[in-house]
């Protein structure tokens, strides 16, 4: 039997028992719902997939490293001697150079900022969103301020340990967070998660038998009469 594209479904459907009417064929196309439980199931996995959402600054960094460039410059002191002061000038603008790439390599990376939001704590993974693209990273793989300072003071030991301690005193006012948590931007991103949930699992095509007399009416096929 097909049903006409504009008769009522009036049949009683009790899962578990054979199908007592005459076999039924699709009319028309139609989609096959989902199940409120399956539906249910889908959202939560959906919600566990969304990680805390923290915005990268680009800002930041360009600020803070010029900030440490001009306190940098301004601490050095001139040579009379002009040999040795180009020797010295050339020497400086080598450790400047050095210090402006440790600290652009820190930023790039991240200096995350956490706050007090229980949604934040005892985490492994976040969604960094830098220039409106985002991007899941294991949070170990960001710097905090201290462990910011500990990276850089190492590379400073390795390569100019004669001013490492000096320069330490200037890079740490360079440092500042460039990764904040946004609750918005998290909200939005858990809704659109669960828009994209489709409410429907597969197709009936025209002129396809949805039950047949005296087949079992297992969970597909009950789907499909819902449907």
Same mark, same amino acid.
């Given at each position: 039997?097909?049903?006409p594209?504009?008769?009522? /479904?009036?049949?009683?459907?009790?899962?578990g #028992?054979?199908?007592?009417?005459e076999? !039924?064929?699709?009319?028309?196309d /139609?989609?096959?719902? &989902?199940?409120?439980?399956e539906l249910?199931?889908?959202?939560?996995?959906? +919600?566990?997939?969304v990680?805390?959402v923290?915005? @990268? *600054?680009t800002?930041?960094?360009?600020?803070?490293?010029?900030?440490?460039?001009?306190?940098?410059?301004s601490? !050095?002191?001139? *040579? &009379?001697?002009?040999?040795?002061?180009? #020797?010295?000038?050339a020497?400086?603008?080598?450790?400047?150079?050095?210090c402006?790439? @440790? !600290?652009?390599?820190?930023?790039? #990376?991240?200096?995350?900022? /956490? *706050?007090?939001?229980?949604?934040?704590?005892?985490?492994?993974?976040?969604?960094? $969103?830098?220039?409106?693209?985002?991007?899941?990273k294991?949070?170990?793989?960001? /710097?905090?301020?201290?462990?910011?300072?500990?990276?850089?003071?190492?590379e400073?030991?390795?390569?100019?340990?004669?001013i490492?301690?000096w320069?330490m005193?200037?890079?740490?006012?360079?440092?500042?967070h460039?990764?904040y948590?946004?609750?918005? #931007?998290? $909200?939005?991103i858990?809704?659109?998660?669960?828009?994209?949930?489709s409410?429907?699992?597969? +197709?009936?095509?025209?002129?396809?038998s949805?039950?047949?007399?005296?087949?079992?009416?297992?969970?597909d096929?009950?789907?499909?009469?819902?449907?």
């Open positions: 039997v097909a049903l594209a504009d008769t009522q /479904f009036n049949y009683e459907t009790r899962k #028992k054979p199908w007592p009417y076999s !039924l064929i699709a009319p028309f /139609f989609a096959i719902y &989902k199940t409120e439980s249910t199931q889908e959202r939560i996995e959906a +919600m566990q997939n990680h805390p923290f915005v @990268l *600054d800002i930041v960094a360009s600020e803070k490293i010029n900030a440490f460039k001009q306190e940098y410059e601490t !050095l002191q001139p *040579d &009379k001697n002009i040999l040795r002061s180009r #020797k010295i000038i020497q400086q603008n080598r450790e400047l150079e050095f402006i790439s @440790l !600290l652009s390599e820190t930023y790039e #990376k991240g200096i995350i900022q /956490f *706050d007090e939001q229980p949604e934040i704590q005892n985490i492994s993974t976040v969604t960094i $969103i830098r220039n409106n693209v985002a991007e899941d294991d949070i170990s793989s960001l /710097f905090t301020i201290r462990s910011a300072l500990e990276h850089i003071s190492k400073l030991e390795r390569s100019v340990p004669h490492t301690h320069l005193g200037i890079i740490e006012n360079a440092l500042a460039n990764v948590y946004d609750s918005n #931007k998290a $909200i939005q858990q809704r659109q998660a669960l828009e994209n949930i409410l429907t699992r597969g +197709m009936v095509q025209s002129g396809e949805i039950i047949r007399k005296g087949e079992l009416v297992d969970n096929k009950f789907q499909k009469l819902q449907s």
